[in-house]
């Protein structure tokens, strides 16, 4: 079991911080070079030394204590210097007698600290000195890179013998591969491979042998082979011979055969060979609670097994089932019954290189089924210091990569997969965080409160990291007597008894504070925040609080600062000071403050409201070269015309920059005609929202082909023509389009193009008539449409959805001014015989009826055209209508909504009654 993880976390932003300092102005000050040297050239022999640690399979005891011992020591060496480095200043030399009073007098005022430092750094010498000795004394230097021990048997092996009756849920993924291997058109003379994936206990090997059973007897010659981590492949070669042979006596003598001849034979062998129980038997007393266990099982095949091998032999009373139950995560380092599937889930993290090992423990500061969001947990990795720039990528870049590469595999699993391929959220199976739970323990990596622990003493050394996961006052009582000031980050990720909370003041070590989703923060004291000098990642998202101390400005390593809480609703005075700020998050659009241009590290900057801001200030965001997403509003009113001009020159400025990501919109909806003469846009640009009618009535010249960044297009027309579908279906990068319109066209418009389309919505007020030709949008998967229904009478209904294979979901907007109620009838009754036809059979989410102002509740014909008449799901209605309680129980309603002139809001049936 490799137990280095944790330890290279430590050691990571360690080395890298030296060799800067060494670098900087304060590695030319006297003595402190020659120190900072010594101790990296020590620290960087230590690093390479655990490097060679993570090839033992099984390291002794000796080896592990070492081992923490290195790990507690970069921690300190990090926090002693992060210190030094703050007390010390700022060391260049401005000239003049004020710069050089002003160093005078901080040098004399931090004196004391200064020495405090020294100090400490002498302790660490004599810590590094004792460790040095240590090593030397365990003879480590010998140890070998792999077990020396006796050999194990392989984990899987019990794969190759299962009993196929006591197997659970595998008979379908048999099948499907057995009849991949059979089917004729696979039987040609070209090798085929079928690869199962995934991590260690899923029943790979297992689902492997059944489909060899299966099929062997279609196979003149057949081997099955396991190949370990290690393989030897002489052996594995003899094996295969041994199964594949004729038995005729040719391979007798094969013990001195080399690898060279083994291949030779089995080349032989294969010359012109190629062609192509269970009972519902469990009590009613325990179905429930076996249920669960199922469910915390989630399918592993292997966990399955086991967990009912321990139930086998305890008594079959609900009570005894439920402990085991309760016990399944501790149990998984107690019993011997366990130890097995332990050992396969272990295999997966044992193979991981050691940045993703470090990563994958940091899941262990989230609950039990918590949802992990993407960007949340790579900017935490990011804060600690995990994560370097490679080959040109931004550590953004790298940690994103990171995250695909658990989920890929299969260490954690992804919730949802968006239109664009992105996963923004995560979960862990329970076994699996059982396992990166005790990695995490052993190696002092988290300390959890509140996650089912008992006491906050079970591990070795300062708590380093601290999870906050259900806290009571005794808790809270427990927590307040501990040592805090080594812990580097706090996560509460539920509401806590703040009022018993420890101080801040305490836990001055911290590079992450995180207090996302936790109530009752207002209660806390966070005046001494900028005590907390190294922080880098600061959340308040979804806490409630309404207003930040105004020290949080003295946090001039902040790079994170998320305040996306609703109550939120300026920014904080002086934020301007933060100049490292990286992304600067907020829920409401706040007014730009004076002074932005020199937070030019910026990537995220917040949702800002143009009509608010100074002209200054809205100039100087074109300072931001940095910048990787923005968002503008502004309102129609007086001096609406100045901030037009402004904002034009800001986006012609941003043209030059890297921008990702950009939302302009009108809070009323109205024109947005300045943008017109926007050219060109950002080349990086992946993501363009623009919430407000266009002057013109076609796409604006700057959205081109030449766009091939270009994944994501929402925008507001005046109307739509055939020729500005034509330009946005030559889009070579395209994937979700969504297009408002304030007139619909009164005439059919096909569509053709757009190669990589998943998501297509056209929405107007009085509805549109599109359809679909063959070779159009071949990977859409959902449509939402708004259907002119008066129009299509002309034409006859059709829309061509068969000629969108990949289609799964539908959702149109009958909009049937001018149209009979048997037309919108026949409307709705075609568009879903369509969709029926279909072979993906997509779902409908609900074709809707728009009804219009002059469809007056008082002349009874709202209530004529509801869907208890048309047999249609879901109403649109005008603001003054109201529908009775009798039309609404007896339609088969999907949703209603109200219109108004610009926008559509649903609404409860108790709004409409």
Known sequence: MAVVSAAHGAFGPLVGKLTALLADECGRLKGVRREVQSLRSELASMHAALKEYTKLEDPNEQVKFWISLVRELAYDTEDVFDKFIHHLGDTRDHGGFKDFFRKTARRLKTLGARRGIAGEIDDLKGRI?????????YKLNDAPASSTGPASLDPRLHAFFADEAHLVGVDGPRDDLANWMLEENNSSKHCKVLSIVGFGGLGKTTLANMVYRKIQGKFQSRAFVSVSQKPDIKKTIKDLISQVSCEDGSTKDSSDWDERKCIAKLRELLQNKRIFGSGNQCPDMLKEVSDAILNKCGGLPLAIVTISSLLANRLATKEEWEKVKRAIGSALERKQSLEGMSRILSLSYNDLPLNLKTCLLYFSIFPEDY???????????????FISEERGLSKQEVAENYFYELINKSMVQPVDIEYDGKVPA?????????????????????????????????????????????IDQELASALEKEDLSHVRSLTVTSSVFMKHF????????????????????????MSNVDRLFQLKYLSLKDTGISKLPSSIVMLHDLEILDLRTPSMQELPTGIILLTKLQYLLTKAYCKVPNGIGNMRSLREAPRFDITKSSLDAVEE???LSRLNKLGLCLDDGDGYKRHEKVLLSLLCKLSSCKLQSLCIKNRSYGSLDFMDSWSPLPSSLQKLCIYGKMHSATVPKWISPGLTSLSHVTIGLDELR???????????????????LATGPKKKLTVTGFPCLRRFGLLSLDGAYITFQKGTMPKLEKLEQSFDVSVAKAYGFYLGIEHLPCLKVIQVTLCNEGATLSESKAAAAWIRNEAGGHPNHPIILGVQAFLHDEDNVETGNVEEKTPRHHGITSCRLSQHHKLSKEVI?????????????????????????
């Not at 055939?722 to 408002?740: A, N, V």
Request: charged share 25%.
């Open 426 to 470: 995560c979960r862990v199976h329970d076994m699996m965080l059982e396992i990166i739970i005790s990695k995490s323990v052993e190696d002092n990596f988290v300390t959890v409160v509140g996650g089912g622990q008992k006491s906050l003493t079970n591990r070795q050394g300062f708590i380093r990291r601290l999870s906050v996961q259900h």
């Open 889 to 913: 129980s007896s339609a088969p309603l999907l949703c209603y909504s109200v219109s108004s002139a610009s926008s559509w809001q649903v609404l409860s049936c108790e709004d409409l009654c």
């Open 722 to 740: 055939e020729e500005d579908l034509h330009t946005l279906g030559e889009l070579p990068s395209l994937l979700d389009l969504h297009m408002y």
């Open 129 to 137: 000195k004792q460790v040095k000795e240590l090593k030397d004394c």
């Open 502 to 525: 420890p101080s801040l003041t305490k836990f001055e070590a911290l590079r992450v504070l995180d207090f996302e989703g936790c109530k009752g923060l207002e209660q806390y004291d």
């Open 621 to 623: 965001l074109g300072n």
């Open 371 to 385: 949802l992990i969001d993407r960007k949340r947990l790579v900017r935490h990795w990011i804060a600690e210091g």
